[in-house]
């Protein structure tokens, strides 16, 4: 049984930083790729950002391209997203999501496998 739980979630200031962890069990999961969503109050999901099974193909939304890094450690099955600059616009829920396929995506309807969120206030 797939589980995924994301941690790390919490407040920050505009600017400043914090790192989420998404820790699977379940799955061999040096053969999934793994996805990061988010989903603001009120509005849909959205997608943050995309690794490749081997770390070797990375996909940014532009929202966050240049603040965020998607990174990941099969060895501890462990997947990451440092942000940094954050501002009040990250505030949101976030997910992460994986997939064995051999592409990246950005669609959630291609990911079956979903964690239950860790929330993320940005805030003065």
């Known amino acids: 049984q797939v589980q995924l739980v994301e941690s790390g979630g919490g407040w920050a200031q505009p600017g400043g930083s914090l790192r989420l962890s ?3 069990s379940g799955i061999h999961f040096d053969l999934y790729n793994i996805a990061w969503f988010r989903q603001a109050a009120g509005k849909e999901r959205e ?3 995309t690794i490749f099974w081997n770390g070797n ?13 998607i990174s990941r450690d099969n060895g501890q ?3 990451y997203l440092q942000m940094n600059r954050l501002k009040p616009e990250d505030t949101a829920v976030y997910y992460c999501a994986c997939r064995r396929d051999p592409r990246l995506s950005r669609h959630q309807r291609d990911y079956a ?6 929330q993320v206030t940005v805030s003065s």
């Open 113 to 118: 496998d979903w964690g239950r969120g860790t």
């Open 57 to 69: 193909l990375i996909d940014y939304a532009d929202s966050v391209r240049g603040r965020f890094t």
């Open 77 to 79: 099955s462990i997947a």
């Open 22 to 24: 998404c820790a699977a």
């Open 47 to 49: 997608f943050v950002a």
